[in-house]
């Protein structure tokens, strides 16, 4: 069934430029698909930047997100090779798409891509790659599936804590808050890219995935030993206890994230707010 489209006048927080651009009518049918986040890459709308438009199911715009990356030119390969590189997966899922994946692996969301034409091969190599970011301990719980549904009405969405996309980039649904930051995903990918060699590129990814759950066990060890603890003493615990500098209340939540996600929701109504229970006395 052929998509019909319709053109929606975007702004780029940037720069200003005003253009048209095109996305699936379907779209603004679904009112399941609540707000949905649109990719725009650098020459769609302007020469310069690639952004985030949010757009809800009246289609009315509702907000937008700069992403201040700088993406170089595809790596010439010097071997035959049957995997995907890092360019190759910003080519076909954006690099918002890419965030969001990463995102969802991390922190055990299922992933559903719809009207994809990707093949079988594909679908079990992107799968076999981005589970070898994680330690064995923490593999194969979340998988991407590629649906070849094109009818967008069809689409149902029975699980409530999942990442939806479409072929065109788009992020339908997601678990998340929509305004969460992305800004541990953005590090890893904006490193990864400066390294030449396409393996290199996702070793370093895996290098940083392992270093962020080497935290979340430190944490959990913590954790395992107290009653009640507050962030801010958590934070300065595990920078005592491991001899690095102390991470920010942002990576906290992360690590939070994981621990609910992937090993225990009781551990987390260990950690407290002082600053947050104050406030409700007033």
């Known amino acids: 069934m052929e998509i019909k489209m319709m053109n929606l006048e975007v702004t780029c927080p940037s ?8 996305i699936p009518e379907a779209l603004f049918k679904q009112k399941k698909f609540g707000t949905i986040k649109i990719q725009v890459p650098k020459g769609s709308v302007c020469q310069e930047h690639h952004f985030i438009v949010f757009v809800n199911n009246l ?4 907000g937008y ?3 201040d990356m700088q993406i170089k030119a595809p790596i010439q390969r010097t071997e035959e090779t049957n995997n995907l590189t890092l360019n190759d997966w910003i080519q076909m899922f954006g690099l918002y798409g890419i965030f969001n994946l990463i995102h969802a692996k991390i922190f055990n969301y299922p992933v559903y891509i719809i009207n994809a034409k990707t093949d079988e091969g594909i679908s079990k190599m992107i799968n076999r790659i981005i589970d070898d970011f994680l330690p064995i301990t923490y593999r194969g719980t979340s998988s991407i599936t590629f649906i070849k549904e094109t009818n967008y009405e069809k689409i149902k969405l029975e699980e409530k804590y999942i990442l939806l996309m479409d072929s065109l980039k788009n992020i339908l649904h997601t678990p998340w808050n929509q305004k969460l930051r992305f800004e541990f995903e953005e590090e ?4 990864a890219l400066k390294l030449s060699n396409d393996k290199e590129q996702f070793k370093l990814i895996q290098k940083y995935i392992l ?3 080497k935290q979340v066990e430190d944490i959990k060890k913590i954790l395992d030993n107290v009653k009640k603890i507050d962030e801010r003493d958590l934070i300065n615990q595990l920078s005592n206890n491991t001899m690095t500098p102390k991470i920010s209340i942002y990576k906290l939540t992360l690590i939070k994230e994981f621990i609910n996600r ?3 929701p009781k551990l987390i109504k260990k950690i407290t707010n002082k600053a947050i229970e104050f406030m409700k006395l007033l």
């Open 15 to 22: 720069c200003n430029v005003k253009k048209n651009i095109s």
């Open 211 to 213: 270093k962020f759950i």
């Open 262 to 264: 992937r090993l225990s």
């Open 188 to 191: 890893i990918i904006t490193q």
């Open 59 to 62: 289609g009315f715009i509702r």
């Open 65 to 67: 997100d700069k992403i």
